[in-house]
């Protein structure tokens, strides 16, 4: 099907945060296929563990059986989230159709018939009919009507309107917040907000879900961005980053949301999978063993110095190796011109160049990057002020 605005380049060969296409032409990798290859490319400790996985024959066996290498990842995944309760599927979608579940399911327990969930504007949670129903554009979901019903949606950042709906529904059982909405334009939350929607959850006794499916894994620093505020919440959808490369979800549980599904409830044919395990394991540990939450820091911090100053440029938000350059006019042109210099970014929200680099991404290679963006975006700014201009 037609659903994609390709570019006609082909990735064919990939080491560390370097790419080559099928003409051998080399690319500097800050977008690593939007927030997923963590560990960049080739990495030997994936690398290894993904062949002797093949080689012991066995990538899937199904969920009727124990897998070591699944009981492996989630005691991973337990230990970085805090959290103790581990859903595996296999995409961002699933994982937050498992969340939207797992709160009905939660009001339903409660006596609630209609439970509602207040989500945000501007947030992206997927393209199953539940997830773009929750996803805050218009654009996602039309042409996809009727929506799935029990959504209410407010401003980002804004407590007093969550506070107004507290108030007036009473069929609210959780909320569900992208901290750092990456499709939506990298629109960070206040730590403050998200430590006041928190205690709001608390004392309504409705479920903090935090969708980190772009923003976790290490990207921001820490390894979730609720860490940053310094809180558990109840549900926490995963995918992108998880396994470096491999396809795959979680939907993970603490808190309120602990026990809520039963056997029956849920279930995947491929979800926790032994390949996409071997994976998980093999990012995580690669991610702690090799310090790459701080190194995400400071290499964002070079790529964010290096743009905050340049002409034309209104704002760089995001924390860590998550970054949004804000351009004063729609720049989707930079994408080609980007490529043309070597260098692979990404455009979202028309005017925010959206930045994404492996986690392994080196302080000089995240200077490389500021040396290959800058210019095009100084050129962009020269030729994009005259219009400016003559439109006021
Ligand atoms: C925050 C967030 N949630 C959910 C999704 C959906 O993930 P997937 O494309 O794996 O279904 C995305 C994908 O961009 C995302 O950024």
Redesign the pocket.
Known sequence: MNTYARQSVAFVRGEGVWLWDEAGKKYLDALAG??VNTLGYGHPRLKNALLERVNSGVLHTSNLWRIPDQEKAADRVAEITGLDEIFFCN??????EAAIKVARKYGHDRGVAEPAIIVMEK??????LA?LSATGSRKVQAGFEPLVSGFVRVPLNDLEAIRQVAEHNKNVVAVFV?PI???GGINVSRLEYLRGLKEICERKEWLFMS?????GLGRTGKWFVYQHAGFLPDVV?L??GLASGV?V?ACVVGGRARGVFKPGNHGSTFGGNPLAMTAVVATIDAIKEEGLLGNASRVGEVIRQGLARLPGVSEVRGMGLMLGVELAQPCGELVRQALDAGLVINVTSENVIRLLPPLVMTEAEGALVVERLAPLIRAFAERATPATAAAR
């Open positions: 939007i927030a995409s961002g979608l699933e994982a937050n947030a992206f949670h997927g393209r199953s997830t992208e909405q990456g499709e969708d980190e499916v772009q923003c959808p995918a992108k396809p979800g």
